[in-house]
T-cell receptor, first 108, second 113 residues
Framework: GIQVEQSPPDLILQEGANSTLRCNFS?????LQWFHQNPWGQLINLFY???GTKQNGRLSATTVATERYSLLYISSSQTTDSGVYFC??????????FGAGTTVTVRA | KAGVTQTPRYLIKTRGQQVTLSCSPI?????VSWYQQTPGQGLQFLFE???????NKGNFPGRFSGRQFSNSRSEMNVSTLELGDSALYLC????????????FGQGTRLTVV
């Protein structure tokens, strides 16, 4: 199956700092999503971005499908940005394959 | 519009018992998928249903089963529970299977003792 690698595994930031999370995938995909898992376990949708660039407030994402990677940018980080960020891709088999996640800790 | 609803939120079961988890998708969504999250294995796909038909199944033993009803609500069942089945079980719904965005419920946290 398709392999999804996220880096870095852990990220510690000072409040106000910017950061970039990366997601590499091993094959062409039809769907790519970024999620933030809240402390209660729910996966919150950040971006649905199989290709191109999108922005939502302090977050933005870029997917370069031809080179098989996606980037999630967090600007002016806040303590509420802490948590685990997941990248998930779908090829053509009705399932999402997840990366192992990046754990972000934002310190005040 | 209500989100994906999973019940129950928490569950404690004894080894050997069976359990049924429920998922109500977003209104109008016809695809429901199930995932298992554990610290060791991460998020793993269990199965996907569309219009009451299972279209894909992950690499889990036959003790894990599911179904979807005509109103798109879905249930998953785990029989003969093992300690290793302790996990967060997440359900996702999508409008269709044309590679559209998936939305997740809050999950059911199952503890097997």
């Amino acid at each position: 199956g398709i392999q999804v690698e996220q880096s870095p595994p852990d990220l510690i930031l000072q409040e106000g700092a910017n950061s970039t999370l990366r997601c590499n995938f091993s094959d062409s995909v039809n769907n790519l999503q970024w999620f933030h898992q809240n402390p209660w376990g729910q996966l919150i949708n950040l971006f649905y971005i199989p290709s191109g660039t999108k922005q939502n407030g302090r977050l933005s994402a870029t997917t370069v499908a031809t080179e098989r990677y996606s980037l999630l940018y967090i600007s002016s980080s806040q303590t509420t940005d802490s948590g685990v960020y997941f990248c998930a891709v779908e090829r053509d088999d009705y399932k999402l394959s997840f990366g192992a996640g990046t754990t972000v800790t934002v310190r005040a | 519009k209500a989100g994906v609803t999973q019940t129950p939120r928490y569950l404690i079961k004894t080894r050997g018992q069976q359990v049924t988890l429920s998922c109500s998708p977003i209104s109008g969504h016809r695809s429901v998928s199930w995932y298992q999250q554990t610290p060791g294995q991460g998020l793993q796909f269990l199965f996907e249903y569309f219009s009451e038909t299972q279209r894909n199944k992950g690499n889990f033993p036959g003790r894990f089963s599911g179904r979807q009803f005509s109103n798109s609500r879905s249930e998953m069942n785990v029989s003969t529970l093992e300690l290793g089945d302790s996990a967060l079980y997440l359900c996702a719904s999508s409008p269709d299977r044309g590679f559209t965005e998936a939305f997740f419920g809050q999950g059911t946290r199952l503890t097997v003792v």
